[in-house]
Nanobody, 118 residues
Framework: QVQLVESGGGLVQAGGSLRLSCAASGSISRFRINTMGWYRQAPGSQRELVATIDSTSSAITNYADAVKGRFTISKDNAKNTVYLQMGSLKPEDTAVYYC????????WGQGTQVTVSS
């Protein structure tokens, strides 16, 4: 089992910035490639990809088109922690953001609320 603990959500004005963190613990092997990242879900909408990053030395990233150029995902493999730096926030970024960890199984965090006011 893998446990994910998120932090960093909150209320911010449009144009502002927030940084989310997610620390993974439990059955994590440093010898297996994993992918961590963030999804989000707004009220009445499906959960959607925000950004992911893998644990290889190349740290391959993947971003949703809606956040490219505004959000940056990074990872500290030694701490099993992934970060999402969010900038130029828009009201449409308002959602619950869920941390994601995948190796063979997929694990989800409990979610952290991000609210962007206009």
């Amino acid at each position: 089992q893998v446990q994910l603990v998120e932090s960093g959500g909150g209320l911010v004005q449009a144009g502002g910035s927030l940084r989310l963190s997610c620390a993974a613990s439990g059955s994590i092997s440093r010898f297996r490639i994993n992918t961590m990242g963030w999804y989000r879900q707004a009220p009445g909408s499906q959960r959607e990809l925000v950004a992911t990053i893998d644990s290889t030395s190349s740290a391959i990233t993947n971003y949703a088109d809606a956040v490219k150029g505004r959000f940056t995902i990074s990872k500290d493999n030694a701490k099993n922690t992934v970060y999402l730096q969010m900038g130029s926030l828009k009201p449409e970024d308002t959602a619950v953001y869920y941390c994601y960890y995948r190796v063979s199984n997929v694990y989800w965090g409990q979610g952290t609320q991000v609210t962007v006011s206009s």
